[in-house]
Structures are given as C-alpha cells and as structure tokens.
C-alpha cells in the first residue's frame, strides 16, 4: 500500500512539473488593488489562487500593494499576471505600454448589467445631503489610480459646482484618503465631511447596495449605513475588467480565463468574494468598452 501511495505521488509530481513546462512558467502572480485592508484582500482572493494553483500546477501568489500603483507597476514590469482592477488603472497600464495586458472579464450585476456607478455620501449628522452642502468642506478621494474614487469625479462634479476641484476653489479641502476603505472609515469618524467610493447602486442603502466598498465595509462591521446619505452620483462607469498579461503562453491564458468566466456558476462563493459582494459571474470584455476611460484620463493628464 505504502508503496503505491508513494507511486501515485510521484506520477502526480511528474505530472505537475510536465505541466509548468508545458506552460514555461515557474509562477503565477496575482495583485490586487488597494482600497481595504490587506489580509482581508488576501483573504478574499485566496479561492482564485488556489484555484490557479491546482490547474496550472505552478505556485500561485498573491500580492496586496499598498496603492493601485503598485499593481500598475506589477502588470507593466511583468511581476504580476493578473487583476482585477477599475477602469482607471486599466487605462494607465494601456497608456503606459499598449502590449502589456488585456481586459479578458468583467464582472456582471445581479441583474445581468456590468457597469456601476461612484457615489458620493456624507453622515447624516453632518447636514449635508448634496454637492451644494459641501461648499468649503472637507472632501475625500480614494487613490489618484481609482476611476470611482478620483477620475470620474473628478470629471463629473466641476460642472455641477461650476469650479474646480482645487482645495479653496469650492470645496474648503480636497484630500487623499489611500483607498475606499479609508474614505468610508474617514467620513463615518468625521475626518473628512464627504467622500467618493464605488458600489453597483442596486439593492438596499442600509446594506451598502448589493456590491462594492460600501457592501464590503457593511460586511466588515466598518458602517452602519444608517449613519449615511448619498449625495451625488455618478454616470454609468463601464464594469471593473480582470486584465490579464499579454506575455503568458496562450494555454496559461486560456486555462486562467476558464477558471474565472465559470466561477459564477462552479463556485458562487469565490465570486462574490472577487466581485465583492453580489454578483452572477463574469462575462467576456474587450479593451473597445474602456476607450472612453482612457480618453479622460488622457485629458486629465493633460
């Protein structure tokens, strides 16, 4: 028995070494963006990695960076493979070399829409309950990589308060928070009177809608939703693509996309924890759906 026990391990061994290099690749790499605490980033993409892990027969990794920049920098220097990231930070890897990555899945809304929204929100008690309350206040963004947590409004709101974003111009101060976790946690103790963070805007207020940073902090026990109002609200954002490096060998790629395209179906659980909260799955996208967040960040750029 001990001796085939033994066999069946090294044939499984062989088997895992035949595949990596089949595959040319040592590891598998995966970062997540900031906007959370890292353990509980780390934790809500250990099912992926492990996942990987087991079909690509490689170590699969995962790395939590401090910013988005962190990821942007991993996907553009080739030591991370895969993300799930905003809008935003698609763009500023896509500007930065057009041959690095590709959106391969963006993640679908319980009512089979992709897209979701920023929103802007404030306690209760502070007596705000629109843009126009904010005037000389304190306003929070997330990271200057975030599309929900900077890009859009910083885009959206200067015409509705006809100025600019600029500390003084309208709002007394405008500051970076490091992340939508930060914002949330900012505004509910009072640091700063309003801030911007990104949910699907369905289902529920008091839950923190069905998913985003406002679900996740709900979740966490962070807000009690109750607490706040919404004060603004965003167009429509195109949906948070999983990107996936260009470089990989075609059958790592294609192996990664199955895992992830099907989850909603294998394993609800995993998804939700990916998406966030609430979600039926994930659906193919192309780089055509971002063209226009590229375009804006181009412009803010400038």
């Not at 923190?208 to 706040?228: E, H, P, Q, S």
């Not at 609800?268 to 375009?295: K, M, N, Q």
Request: aromatic share 6%.
């Amino acid at each position: 028995m001990k001796k085939t026990i033994t066999l069946a391990l090294l044939t499984t061994s062989l088997a895992s070494a035949a595949l990596a290099d089949n595959h040319a690749i040592d590891e598998f790499r995966i970062g997540i963006l900031g906007g959370e605490n890292a353990q509980d980033r780390m934790n809500s993409n250990e099912c992926l990695r492990s996942k990987i892990e087991d079909a690509l027969g490689v170590p699969t990794k995962l790395f939590a960076p401090a910013d988005y920049n962190g990821v942007i920098q991993g996907l553009l220097g080739g030591t991370i493979d895969l993300s799930l990231m905003g809008p935003s930070s698609y763009a500023a890897v896509h500007i930065a070399d057009e041959t690095a990555v590709s959106p391969i899945l963006v993640k679908v809304n319980v009512d089979g829409s992709t897209g979701y929204y920023s929103v802007g929100f404030a306690r209760i008690d502070s007596g705000v309950t629109s843009l126009d309350d904010m005037q000389d206040k304190v306003f929070g963004f997330g990271d200057p990589n975030s599309t929900s947590g900077y890009l859009i409004p910083s885009v959206e709101i200067p015409d509705l308060i006809n100025a600019s974003m600029e500390s003084g111009d309208f709002f007394g101060e405008v500051k970076f928070t490091g992340g939508h976790e930060q914002t949330i946690v900012a505004v509910n103790n009072g640091d700063v009177d309003g801030g911007v963070t990104w949910t699907d805007g369905q289902g529920n207020w008091e839950d923190g809608y069905t998913f985003g940073a406002l679900r996740k902090a709900v979740d966490a026990g962070l807000v009690d939703m109750n607490d706040m109002t919404e004060i603004w609200r965003s167009k429509l954002i195109p949906g948070e693509p999983v990107v996936l490096r260009n470089a990989l060998p075609d059958d790592v790629r294609a192996t990664v996309t199955g895992i992830i395209d099907t989850m909603g179906e294998t394993d609800p659980d995993c998804a939700a924890a990916l998406a966030g909260g609430e979600v039926s799955g994930f659906d193919p996208i192309t780089h055509d759906a971002y063209t226009s967040i590229i375009a804006a960040r181009l412009e803010k750029s400038n």
